[in-house]
């Protein structure tokens, strides 16, 4: 039995069966091309999952609306076909996976109504990610506050199990499951309770040029060095990492070492897959500058065959379009059973 199935879908968190692979659900939003921190807490953990497990990945372009003020409508429509070409750049296989952009499917935006409907408003002005993206503005969308319970449609709708994300995704996560419990004690046992899978190294990396906040597309868009872009060409990866803030030390030590230094470490760690103590071990008596020239090899053999690989998809006239409409067909044979549960459940539709 797959865990899509309705039986399967009982507030659990496993799958009924031995058999049953786990359902994983993830998404990133098409605000731009993305950046190492995106990669290396999210993308690479994705296509590990694709091995073993029951994947779904998602262009979530109705998140990229809940800030009207940006919103380009030409660009953000270039932007879903680069993320799904990214996507299937790092490495994830569109056979394997169920791959697709969220607005295809109106599953997503109809569970979010019935969703909150139940979901109290005290919850979402609880979210950090909302105080940090209102702080500030004259005026506020309803969909950025909304914007937690649209996620939570996402994950619901595939009876997920594992979501994996980077740190900051966590509240998100542990809200979804407090609208499933909600949910499943009002209208009966309809939703599975998903789990957060938030890598142990990598699931923050930081600002190169502000090593205290986490790297992001936000402040990528307005300062260059702020972020590693994964589709820089190699003069600006490597002048990025050069300039990257460390402190006026100069020897290489992971404990009581800067953020900035912790960070290229990170970094350096999550790509090179040697425990800390090798790594620091191998710079003793070095400075900082021959720990960035290690990193920016790293990344730069990471990024090199993502670079080529994106650029060949984008030049097939049509790939990238036609996997998209194949990818929602798919989400919506998932999806569909799922929304048709919950209006049953509560007497609608
Ligand atoms: P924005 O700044 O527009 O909010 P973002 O840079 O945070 O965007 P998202 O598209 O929101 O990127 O994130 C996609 C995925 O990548 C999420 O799972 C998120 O947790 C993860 N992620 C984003 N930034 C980092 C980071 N700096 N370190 C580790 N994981 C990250
Ligand atoms: N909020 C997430 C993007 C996202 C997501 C999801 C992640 C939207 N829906 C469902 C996991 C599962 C972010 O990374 N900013």
Request: aromatic share 6%; proline share 5%.
């Amino acid at each position: 039995m797959s865990p899509s199935e309705p039986a399967a879908a009982t507030g659990t968190t496993s799958p009924t069966t031995a058999e049953a692979r786990p359902r994983v659900f993830s998404g990133v939003q098409p605000t731009g091309d993305l950046h190492l921190g995106t990669y290396l807490g999210a993308l690479r953990q994705w296509v590990e999952h694709q091995q073993d497990r029951d994947s779904v990945f998602c262009v979530v372009d109705l998140h990229a609306l809940t800030i009207p003020e940006e919103i380009d409508p030409q660009r953000l429509r270039e932007d879903v076909r680069r993320v799904m070409a990214l996507y299937l750049a790092v490495g994830l296989d569109p056979e394997r996976n169920v791959i697709f952009a969220q607005s295809h499917l109106h599953e997503h935006a109809e569970l979010t109504w019935l969703l909150n409907c139940v979901t109290p408003l005290g919850w979402l002005y609880r979210m950090t990610q909302f105080k940090a993206k209102s702080e500030g503005r004259e005026s506020v969308g309803t969909g950025l506050l909304d914007y937690p319970v649209l996620q939570a449609a996402d994950i619901l709708l595939y009876d997920t199990n594992v979501v994996p994300v980077g740190d900051d995704q966590r509240q998100h996560i542990e809200l979804t499951r407090d609208i499933a419990v909600r949910f499943n004690h009002l209208f009966g046992e309809v939703f599975v309770l998903p789990e957060a899978a938030v890598p142990e190294v990598g699931a923050r990396i930081m600002g190169l040029d502000e090593p205290t906040v986490k790297m992001s597309k936000s402040v990528a868009r307005q300062r260059a060095g702020h972020a590693v872009n994964l589709l820089d060409d190699e003069r600006t990866v490597r002048k990025a990492i050069m300039s990257a803030v460390t402190d006026s030390g100069r020897e290489v030590r992971f404990e009581h070492a800067s953020p900035g230094v912790r960070n290229l470490l990170t970094i350096l760690q999550t790509l090179d897959g040697r425990p800390m103590d090798a790594i620091v071990a191998e710079f003793e008596g070095k400075g900082y500058g021959d720990l960035k020239k290690a990193v920016a090899g790293v990344v730069l053999d990471a990024l090199r065959p993502i670079r080529e690989r994106f650029d060949a998809i984008m030049a097939e006239p049509g790939g990238v379009d036609e996997l998209l409409a194949a990818g929602a067909e798919r989400a919506r044979a998932i999806a569909a059973p799922t929304l048709s549960r919950v209006k049953e459940a509560m007497g609608v539709g």
